[in-house]
């Protein structure tokens, strides 16, 4: 099974590079290629998932590249081929009928092999290869009309961001090395020795922090509003910012082994979830809730990383993925049928596409985490694991609980009118 975990990454990046070479070319072609290669990969990635096979391969002496698919990462692998299928699929009619699809669906596979490779990936330099890959293409992708200049300066803005957060895993590989970290295996960086493991932990959670848009970084994914609404929807719920909730999650074991590392991501993810949620609650554009929501939600995810309570963190970041895209396209479908996403502009739009509607409030009751829900058993659990570590981050993640109904019920009463 080792060569189908290969091919599930090679799949979407092969046809995607395909797809931008050919230009113009293939525009004609680009959509129904996208969509069959997002299949493909979807058909590989529930065996992949079930099999859980193991990549390895020395680069350099004492320098491996590797990839593994196990209880963590086989759900987000299935979890980023369906989103990824059902954003191309969309995109079909989202996009103008004179947008150059070849670029974009070539983009958007590339990404997704990028976010594929991250969360299988057991070394550093696997790790950072997806990270770089998915760094460029999502600067390509929020800006893809490069042409006006608000979406090409939003791009930019992202890029340079989380940039300056991903110099943190550059730290990181470089204190493992002199750290004597066997093959940079992702495994092995909580035995470091004292002092290499603080360094390393500390570059972790610095390019984690700033891919998942958290306090102080959170700011870029409000101007990653500006790309294309299919673009939003990957970006912004499977993948990208998910990438760095789910790499804490991955290295809880080296952010328990420092004695600080835990406390800090704990408080920063209850931080973020309670001051992005109040942002949340007061936007009017439908899509700012959904990105300063995103925001909130991946503090979730990044306090459960700190709380230990990884399985909690994880059931969240595949429940808010799900839940997520299904409202940013929702949200698209609006955009592209009205040209606003001004929630005032959109009061009553639910009754007059009701099965948009009816999917939006499903999305928007998940979201406010209503009782039996998905995001409210995560919620729950993770709750738990901030109540196991300390009485005070627990209220505070109770405080952005109730931010997230208010935020997630405002948005759905306006659009239901």
Known sequence: ????????????????????????????????????????????????????????????????????????????????????????????????????????????????????LTVTATTLLTLLMA??????????????????????????VAFLTTRAGDLGLYVAAGAALAGGASGLGLDALATLPDGWRDVVAGGVVLAALGKSAQLPFSFWLSRAMDGPSPVSALLHSAAMVAAGAYLLLRLNPLLSATGWAATLVAWTGAATALTLGAVAAVQRDLKQVLAASTCAQLGFMVLAAGAGAVAAGGAHLVTH??????????????????????????????????????????????????????????????????????????????????????????????VLG
């Open 1 to 116: 099974m080792a060569a189908a975990l290969v091919a599930l990454v090679a799949v979407p990046a092969v046809a995607g590079a395909l797809l931008l070479i050919a230009g113009h070319t293939a525009d004609r072609r680009a959509t129904r290629a996208g969509v069959g290669a997002a299949l493909v990969t979807l058909t590989l990635a529930v065996p992949v998932a079930i099999a859980r096979p193991t990549f390895s391969a020395e680069y350099l002496a004492g320098v491996s590249f590797g990839a593994r698919v196990d209880g963590l990462s086989a759900v987000l692998t299935v979890t980023v081929a369906v989103v990824s299928l059902a954003v191309l699929v969309f995109s079909a009619a989202d996009l103008a009928p004179d947008a150059s699809r070849a670029r974009f669906v070539g983009l958007m596979l590339v990404f997704s092999a990028g976010m594929l």
């Open 131 to 156: 990270w770089e890959l998915m760094g460029a293409t999502s600067y390509a992708l929020i800006g893809f009309r490069w042409h006006e200049t608000r979406p090409a300066a939003s791009g930019a």
């Open 321 to 414: 993925a799900l839940t997520k895209s299904l409202l940013f396209l929702t949200a698209g479908a609006w955009l592209t049928a009205l040209g606003t996403d001004r929630l005032a502009d959109l009061r009553g739009v639910g009754t007059r596409w009701p099965v948009v509607g009816a999917t939006f409030a499903v999305g928007g009751a998940t979201l406010a985490g209503l009782a039996p829900l998905s995001l409210w058993a995560s919620k729950e659990h993770v709750l738990a694991g901030a109540l196991h570590t300390s009485t005070p981050l627990y209220l505070t993640a109770l405080a952005a609980t109730a931010l997230g109904a208010v935020y997630a019920s405002r948005a759905t009463i306006l």
